[in-house]
C-alpha cells in the first residue's frame, strides 16, 4: 500500500511511502508532478529500485542531465548522470545546486544507497518560507534587488577555446549579446558576469523564493565577493545572518534510510548537510536534471542548455561558432 503524508513543520517535504517495497518505477506520473508542483519536495520512501531502474524513473521528469564537476565526488553511473555526493565530512550550509551559474538545473534528486549511521543528515529548506519570514524591512530593502556573480574568464578560453585571437571590446559586445554573460574588460583581464533575482520566482510557484549562493558564500567560503548586489557592492552582513537565522529555523534535517529518494524543486528548495563522520559510509546518489514538464509557453524553454551538453553553445550563446569565425576572418 501506498500512504502520501503532507508537509508539516517537521517534516517540510510531501512523503510518499510504500509498506510493502513496491516497485518506485511503478508511480504515475500523475501521481508525482501535480504534487512536486505544489510541494517542491517529494520524499519517496520504502520503493524499490537499482541503478537501471532510478535512472529510467528520473528520465520520465528530466529531459537532460548536468554534471557537477565540483572535486570530490565519485561517478556512480557509467554516464556520469549519476554521481556520489560531496564526499569530504564538512557540513555545508543551505544552496540549491549549480546556483552560481546561469545553468542552474531545475531538479536535484538524492538517493540513499546506504545511510549513515550517525549524523550525515541532509538539510532541506523551502526559499519561499524563507523569503516569507524575512523581516518585512528587509524583504523591501530586497525587492527588485539581484544577485551578481563575476569570474574572470581566463584569455585562453577566447584564443584556445573560440580560437580568436585576445577579443577587442566589439568582439565582447558580440559574445555577450547572445549569451547568459556579460563580458568586461577590466585592468587587462576579461570578467563574466551573470545576475538573479535576489527574492526569484521559482519555477512552479507564484510566491518569490531566496536561493542562491550567498549562504555557502558567507559561512563556508568566507567570501564577500560571489555573489554581489547587481551593482558590484558588497551584500551586508546584517542581511545573510537574518537570512541565515530565518533559514536555520525552518530547516529540516532529514535523517536518511536505505531507498530513501529525495525529490527537490531546485529552483525553490535549498539543501545542505550536516557533518559526516564515515564517507564511506554514507552512499547517496545524486541527479540534477531539468524538468520535462515545463509549460509549452515556459520562456525557459529557449534556455540553450536545456538542449545540449556543447560548453561553447552553453558558455558563449548558440552562435558562438559564427562568431568566432567571424572573428577569425577580421
Ligand atoms: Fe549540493
Redesign the pocket.
Known sequence: MIKTTHPEDSRNYLSIESDDGAALEGLSDADIIPAFKQHGALLFRGFRFDLEGLSRFTARFCSRFVR?ESGRRSQVSADGTTQS??LGTEP?PL?P?LSRVPWRPDI?WFACARPPSLEGETLVCDGVRIAESLAGTTRSALQGRSVLYTEETPMGAFTDWLGIAPPDDEVLARLSAESPFRFQRRDGRIFRQFARAFLHRPLFCDQTAFGNFLLFARYMLGTQEFPTFEDGSIIPDEIADEIREVSDQLTVAHRWQSGDVLMLDNSRFL??RNAVRDPAERQIW?QFGYAAFLEEDDPRLAEPWRYTDDALEIFFGPHARDLAAAARAV
Open positions: 557537477n555526493v560531496n555545508f544552496h545546486e536535484a539543501h545542505g545524486t
